[in-house]
């Protein structure tokens, strides 16, 4: 194009034709296809939510993959344990007490020749049942009175708080001892109840935190200036943003409460017989360590696991709701 080439539309119209030139120029991006994806990026679009980030970030890990597919097995054989386990675990052999594996029975016999491998899949029963129930309780028992707490202040917040102090000031092993001998009951009812008692603290103060910090924020004050009740906010506004730590704590809390469990059973003072518990399993094994080593390490192992997998599980979760550790 020659350099002395003036466009038509500006010929002998002055500075309206520069003018209708920069319109021009301006309807033509306007005009224009969207932009791909940058190279080796994602599609830009609408921004991903917490949740949605979250729930991003947990995919692409692989712990997360690992505990999450761990504890969905543990669940399924808790619920349905005669899919691997055809056996009863009740059923004795007195002939066969202490014997090692067997074909068909590939984890050995105990002490009254009952098959250790069914009792070990049957444990997980009662294991996931108050590891899941108590967790659930605390949570909701916590939240509500750590979020009323932070929400309201006052004379609530700090009654809350010195009657926390005093649950923080039982000793948990202690506390379930003294708690659960006068207790005959064979369900797994008076081991949850206890775990709720004492757990529902450390997640109330953590609710209360979220809670005081989430108030704070402009979009509440807007919500308040707005003429919003405490309802509404609260359950529109405040929740939904205070509840990822307490989701946090109460993932990792329910490994520990399965561990809980199953200490209180080794004592004496959880689980009692006829239920089947690990807890109990390596209670009554603790005395032939030496002769049948095998009837402690099958029901331990599936112990440890079950709990670092939860653990791992909550490790996983504060990582990927954390915005601190992005």
């Given at each position: 194009m020659p350099?002395?080439?003036?466009?038509?539309?500006?010929?002998?119209?002055?500075?309206?034709?520069?003018?209708?030139?920069?319109?021009?120029?301006?309807?033509?991006?306007?005009?224009?296809?969207?932009?791909?994806?940058?190279p080796g990026g994602e599609p830009t679009g609408k921004p991903r939510s917490l949740w949605s980030d979250a729930w991003h970030d947990l995919c692409r890990n692989p712990v997360f993959v690992v505990s999450a597919l761990v504890i969905v097995f543990l669940v399924v054989i808790a619920i349905w344990?005669?899919?691997?386990?055809?056996?009863?675990?009740?059923?004795?052999?007195?002939?066969?007490?202490?014997?090692?594996?067997?074909?068909?029975?590939?984890?050995?016999?105990?002490?009254?020749?009952?098959?250790?491998?069914?009792?070990?899949?049957?444990?997980?029963?009662?294991?996931?049942?108050?590891?899941?129930?108590?967790?659930?309780?605390?949570?909701?028992?916590?939240?509500?009175?750590?979020?009323?707490?932070?929400?309201?202040?006052?004379?609530?917040?700090?009654?809350?708080?010195?009657?926390?102090?005093?649950?923080?000031?039982?000793?948990?092993?202690?506390?379930?001892?003294?708690?659960?001998?006068?207790?005959?009951s064979t369900t797994v009812w008076p081991v949850v109840g206890f775990i709720v008692l004492l757990g529902w603290p450390q997640i109330s103060r953590i609710a209360r935190g979220s809670v005081v910090t989430a108030r704070q924020n402009d979009y509440v004050q807007a919500a308040r200036a707005l003429g919003a009740g405490n309802g509404r906010m609260l359950l529109r506004h405040i929740a939904p943003n205070a509840v990822a730590p307490v989701i946090v704590v109460a993932t990792i809390a329910l490994g520990t409460y399965i561990a809980l469990e199953a200490t209180l059973s080794y004592l004496g003072a959880g689980l009692k017989p006829p239920t089947v518990s690990w807890g109990i399993d390596i209670s009554t094994a603790s005395t032939y360590i030496r002769n049948a080593p095998h009837m402690l390490l099958w029901p331990a192992g599936a112990l440890s696991i079950t709990v670092l997998a939860f653990i791992m599980l909550g490790d996983a979760v504060r990582d990927a709701l954390d915005p601190k550790l992005r």
């Open positions: 350099e002395s080439y003036v466009p038509k539309e500006a010929i002998g119209h002055g500075d309206g034709g520069t003018a209708a030139l920069a319109i021009g120029a301006a309807e033509s991006l306007e005009r224009a296809p969207a932009a791909g994806p940058p344990p005669q899919l691997i386990a055809t056996g009863n675990p009740y059923r004795a052999d007195l002939s066969k007490a202490q014997e090692g594996a067997a074909p068909g029975h590939p984890f050995g016999y105990d002490t009254q020749g009952r098959d250790v491998y069914t009792r070990v899949v049957y444990g997980a029963r009662a294991s996931i049942t108050v590891g899941t129930c108590a967790t659930a309780g605390a949570a909701l028992l916590g939240s509500l009175l750590g979020g009323l707490a932070g929400f309201f202040g006052g004379w609530w917040d700090t009654l809350l708080s010195r009657l926390a102090d005093i649950f923080f000031g039982i000793p948990v092993l202690l506390g379930g001892l003294v708690f659960l001998s006068v207790v005959t």
